[in-house]
């Protein structure tokens, strides 16, 4: 929305909201730790080619009627120093040094994006695990497997479905576990994260009816195509994706994978429980608020005016 209210175009838009949650370095990863080589490349190639196709598409059939004017967000990201717009580039180079940098960037991945990841991410190991153990191995192979009709049933299932791509990924490992087929997977983290209701919802007022078709038709299209490939790509080659998956942890040391899930459960312990009594709190503050007031803790330069409590998000 931002983006769009900045004057980027309906076909950078639509590119934008597809190929984000697909490529991300942590999705990638996660893919590449409980999935497979093959998977893991599949995922953000798949996704690139769909957001080209999808943003092609858009700019070719969408009326020429839209703003060009864009003001971009220069503020400093390290600290709110300066608005980058009163400071030149080469100036505001010199505000910061290395060490600066790095630290800014390690408090993002250890604060701002693992909390976003923490209670998704907690929501599809458990989603996993409860496929894994109370579903018989036997259900997904006799009634889905592979094949058209596997796809058509993950599209029924993933576009409706509210689930980020890391929460995802472990839920398309069990489900390869159970018997479906890589490309029925592929289906489903494809069209998992970048589609459900709200999102369409939202985004048929933002880019109109036609765009939200356009988007969804490309998704589901692009989705089923690739993923009838990649099931031949497995065949070919002769390989079974039910022993690939999670064979990525066998050339880490059993220790390092430890040491590893317990710095994990330690950064998950705070988001989690801001999620909870979030979920459970009488007096809840709107969504927006609470981020502006967590970024103002941080940096001064995010904080809200004083009354803002009493305006609501704007």
């Known amino acids: ?49 769909t ?18 004017e864009i003001t971009p ?36 991945a250890f604060t701002d994006l693992w909390n976003d990841l923490a209670g998704w991410f907690l929501l599809g190991l ?15 192979s006799t009634y889905l497997g592979a094949g058209l009709p596997a796809m058509l049933l993950m599209l029924a299932v993933g576009i409706p479905l509210y689930i980020c791509a890391t929460a995802s990924t472990p839920i398309a490992a069990a489900l390869i576990l159970k018997g479906v087929s890589p490309g029925a997977a592929l289906v489903f983290l494809l069209v998992g994260p970048a589609t459900n209701i709200a999102s369409l919802t939202v985004l048929t007022g933002v880019l109109g009816k036609r765009a939200a078709a356009i988007y969804l038709a490309t998704i589901a299209i692009s989705a089923v195509f690739f993923g009838l490939i990649v099931d031949r790509i497995y065949a070919a080659f002769g390989l079974s994706a039910q022993a690939m998956v999670g064979q990525a942890s066998e050339i ?63």
């Open 126 to 140: 458990l989603l996993a695990g409860m496929i894994t153990a109370l579903i018989p191995d036997d259900v997904f």
């Open 1 to 49: 929305m931002s983006l769009r209210k900045q004057g980027a175009n309906k076909g950078a838009t639509t590119a934008f909201l597809i190929s984000t949650p697909e490529s991300g370095v942590d999705s990638i990863s996660i893919t590449y730790a409980l999935l497979d080589p093959i998977m893991t490349v599949a995922r953000p190639v798949v996704a690139f080619v």
């Open 73 to 108: 967000d220069l503020t400093c990201p390290i600290d709110g120093c300066c608005d980058g717009v009163n400071c030149s580039p080469d100036k505001h180079r010199k505000h910061h040094g290395f060490r600066e940098k790095l630290l800014a960037g390690l408090r993002f």
């Open 252 to 314: 880490i040391p059993f220790w390092v994978g430890v040491v590893g899930a317990v710095i994990i459960l330690a950064l998950s312990v705070k988001p989690l429980f801001r999620v909870i009594k979030a979920r459970f709190s009488v007096d809840k503050k709107p969504k927006d608020l609470v981020q502006i007031q967590e970024k103002a803790e941080r940096n001064p330069m995010f904080a809200a005016p004083a009354d803002s409590a009493d305006c609501g998000p704007t």
């Open 51 to 68: 957001a080209t196709a999808a943003g092609i598409a858009e700019n070719l059939f969408h009326d020429n009627k839209q703003s060009t």
